[in-house]
């Protein structure tokens, strides 16, 4: 609903620059459908109010608006000659001069040897200009000379005057409009219609029109429209709801509506915000709803608008019906309420009662986009409208409503149907869905999936909600680069599938993607750089799903095998930019490929290596390749490691205790089937999904499980080393650090087997805090070396008795010597 004064003094030279500005806080983590799956099945399908306002009426010519940005402005000091190409150099800064003169005919005297359409538009500007800072009889009077010299562009032959044509009629009906609402004149309103019919005429037929001012038109046209017995409404009065807009007739917001969808049609913001504004406006009483509901493009709107930008009732409040948190607690996800979802606190909105009822009383062939209306029917409740109305179309978004009704009825087989024929009407582009809430359909067709004991086609459909699963798409600006899913499938990826489905979906279906070519931003040392890349670069979900699955099979114990499935080390979608002490940037390539296959070549000579220190010395490694590299070479992606935000939080991610003992506020389950089922409880949960989903727990089943996987390869290594040697020590200490914070429990099993069967060392006094390298070297020739030191304090403490012993020995070698003697004399006798 834009201000005819300003949009000409952007179109002549002067605007103002309009800036976003977001601010983000979070984190917000991406939306869980398996969280709450009744509720996410039982949910109203819906569009975004942007997408269904484009689609209120077709555009059938290839006119599009410049304000497709919502904060767009055009720049201060636009020269619209500049846009021109039939304008040399010269030309142009004649113009200019021609604008800095006093009044248009001083103007027009400055330009000669411009183009005459260019130079009577440049003249009439400056004249139009004036006439905005000059109220009164001498601003009229420059209107008046301005207006003459647009009208005598259209008066010239079409060859000449074709460059500035569309202006011309446009600033033709802005000064008609500025006319007419200076003397409520009807007639000046309608001719002023006219000449932005005009313009938009004229754009069609090809004459230039580089600031979108034919689309700009629409509503422009559509604003004379809101004008009633108490004059004409701006803005203003629709926001404040003053009683100027319940004065406008019937039929004159019908035809604005129109004029407002043309524009939103193609492409305008503009449009959409008035579409907004009106829509609000209008079911802020069941009265203004029920004069506009006839009309098939009013009826568009005011649906669409119920179901994308009002909420339901939560506890009661009606304020929150317009609050996207009002009901966080129950969803875990900003959001309008909705009552579909059956919480036990939230109510059908009062006003999309009244809709329902203002539709019922029409015909049902005066119904347009009835599967939208079934929407809003099921969303109050009104099942057996939904259905009827459901049912005359074969759309995405019938099907998806008739899907809900079948699970509202336990008919779980024609349900997963109709999601079926919902997913199949995409291909035909029927229109009824946007991008967004096509992929929820198919989400929510894979939850479907998943209850139904189908788990390998739940991951096929969770992951392709998204899209293909080798897209490369941009991320947004806001939110988490991964598929919109993600968290969903990943859960079914790690937990519900068993390896080798997994494998073989990935071998199938996800093989690796084309690394891109290392870009030269990564030589900066900014981060920012880096970062902006890594946004338009995420890697695809295929790429993502292989991690997965090899991270998963290092833990199954499948390293070898699992190394391929790592992301190649040249790969720049897998870099990460690092921060020294000093805050310096620095950017590494991602090498958990050959940290996963040293991790093996570690364990494979653990268990297999030649003497004792040999395989600890193995042990040793192995447990720091788990310290240091364990949440890239073994995490879980979701809990209990959250690999997927890095090990940040304990949460966002999936199903587990942390969330549990949340909600619960009771210990943390002890089995791992207890814990599946408190993290499972259902609805739409198999039994067997519980089974798999303990079976695939962690362990041991802590937060960062892999620290404790490498503190039990220190104990390993210990048991390799004699008990007294420096390098148990060493290896023991090194072990409790490695789990103190985490896992103190088996940090004091550590060091209650060093303080029983160690040596005092020299870090004895910080052991678990400060630990000083293992001496392998030490350990090997520890036996040899304390038999000498044995002696040697022997020989040093005691040398009579060493002398005695000595003696003892030798007699004992003699009588013995003397007995063999004589025994061979005899036998020689004998």
């Avoid at 398996?34 to 099945?41: F, I, K, M, Q, V």
Wanted: glycine share 8%; aromatic share 8%.
């Amino acid at each position: 609903m834009s201000n005819p004064k300003k949009l000409a003094k952007a179109l002549l030279f002067a605007g103002l620059i309009g800036a976003g500005v977001v601010i983000a806080c979070g984190p917000d983590f991406p939306a869980q459908l398996l969280d709450d799956r009744g509720g996410t099945l039982h949910a109203t399908p819906s569009n975004s109010f942007r997408y269904e306002a484009a689609r209120l009426t077709p555009a059938t010519d290839a006119l599009r608006a410049r304000d497709t940005d919502p904060y767009y402005q055009p720049p201060q000091a636009y020269i619209p000659e500049d846009d021109d190409p039939e304008l040399d150099a010269t030309q142009r800064n004649a113009i200019r001069k021609m604008r800095a003169q006093a009044d248009g005919d001083a103007a027009y005297a400055a330009g000669a040897g411009v183009p005459e359409a260019a130079r009577l538009y440049a003249a009439g500007a400056v004249d139009y200009l004036l006439a905005q800072r000059e109220p009164g009889g001498l601003g009229e009077q420059r209107l008046a000379r301005a207006q003459r010299r647009f009208q005598a562009i259209l008066a010239l032959p079409a060859a000449q005057s074709v460059a500035r044509s569309v202006w011309a009629s446009y600033m033709l009906a802005d000064i008609g409009d500025i006319s007419s609402a200076i003397h409520d004149d009807a007639a000046a309103r309608a001719q002023t219609a006219k000449a932005y019919e005009h313009a938009r005429e004229l754009a069609r037929a090809g004459a230039p029109d580089p600031l979108g001012l034919a689309v700009a038109s629409y509503g422009q046209q559509a604003r004379l429209l809101l004008t009633g017995a108490q004059g004409e409404c701006s803005y203003i009065d629709l926001l404040n709801d003053t009683p100027c807009m319940d004065a406008v007739p019937a039929a004159a917001l019908k035809q604005a509506i129109r004029l407002y969808a043309e524009q939103a049609a193609r492409g305008s913001s503009s449009g959409h915000a008035s579409l907004r504004l009106l829509a609000s406006w209008a079911l802020g009483k069941p009265e203004r709803a029920r004069a506009l509901i006839d009309d098939p493009v009013a009826q568009g709107l005011l649906v669409s608008y119920a179901l994308a930008r009002l909420g339901d009732i939560v506890d009661g409040q009606p304020d929150s019906a317009f609050d996207a948190y009002a009901n966080f607690d129950a969803t875990g996800q900003p959001g309008l309420a909705d009552s579909a979802r059956g919480a036990p606190n939230v109510e059908p909105n009062p006003t999309l009662k009244s809709l329902v009822s203002a539709l019922q009383a029409l015909d049902v062939r005066q119904v347009a986009n009835a599967d939208r209306v079934a929407a809003l029917a099921y969303r109050i409740g009104r099942y057996d409208l939904a259905q009827s109305l459901a049912s005359r179309l074969d759309t995405a978004l019938a099907w998806w409503v008739r899907a809900k009704l079948a699970l509202r009825q336990g008919d779980s087989v024609q349900a997963a149907q109709a999601y079926a024929r919902a997913a199949a009407a995409f291909p035909r582009a029927d229109g009824s869905l946007d991008a967004d809430s096509a992929g929820r359909l198919r989400a929510e067709q894979g939850v479907l999936t998943l209850s139904r004991g189908q788990y390998v086609e739940a991951l096929d459909q969770l992951l392709r909600a998204g899209g293909p699963l080798d897209a490369t798409r941009p991320a947004e600006e806001e939110g988490w680069p991964m598929a919109p899913y993600w968290n969903d499938a990943a859960y079914v990826a790690e937990r519900v599938l068993t390896l080798d489905e997994l494998k073989q979906y990935v071998d199938a279906q996800a093989p690796a993607t084309p690394a891109p070519a290392r870009p030269k931003v990564f030589d900066l040392k900014d981060g920012d750089d880096y970062y902006g890349w890594a946004r338009q670069h995420p890697v695809p979900t295929a790429d993502r799903l292989r991690l997965l699955l090899a991270r998963r099979m290092v833990r199954e114990g499948m390293i070898d095998q699992a190394v391929p499935y790592f992301p190649a080390e040249a790969d720049p979608r897998f870099a990460r930019m690092r921060y020294d002490a000093a805050g310096v940037a620095k950017l590494e390539n991602d090498e958990s490929r050959s940290q996963a296959a040293a991790y093996a070549a570690a364990l494979r000579e653990a268990g297999n290596g030649w003497g004792r220190t040999g395989r600890a010395q193995a042990w040793h490694q192995a447990g720091l390749m788990a310290r240091r590299h364990g949440m890239e070479i073994m995490g879980y992606e979701e809990d209990p490691d959250y690999a997927v935000y890095d090990g940040s939080y304990t949460y966002g991610a999936g199903r587990n205790y942390f969330l549990w003992t949340q909600e619960h506020g009771d210990a943390i389950p002890a089995t791992p089937a207890q814990r599946a089922e408190a993290a499972l409880p259902g609805p739409y949960v198999t039994q067997q999904e519980r089974e798999r989903y303990a079976a695939s727990e962690a362990r041991p089943y802590a937060r960062f499980h892999y620290r404790q996987i490498a503190a039990s390869h220190m104990m390993k290594a210990a048991d390799e080393l004699p008990a007294r040697s420096q390098a148990y020590a060493a290896v023991l200490c090194q072990g409790t650090r490695f789990v103190i914070n985490d896992a103190p429990d088996v940090a004091a099993k550590m060091y209650r087997r060093y303080v029983e069967t160690g040596a005092v060392v020299p870090f004895s006094g910080s052991f678990g805090q400060e630990c000083a390298e293992p001496d392998f070297k030490g350990a090997a020739r520890f036996h040899y070396v304390q038999a000498w030191k044995a002696w040697e304090r022997l020989r040093h403490d005691h040398p009579g008795r060493l002398l005695a012993a000595g003696l003892l020995a030798l007699a004992a070698a003699a009588a013995g010597v003397a007995l063999w003697v004589w025994r061979a004399r005899r036998g020689a006798q004998g």
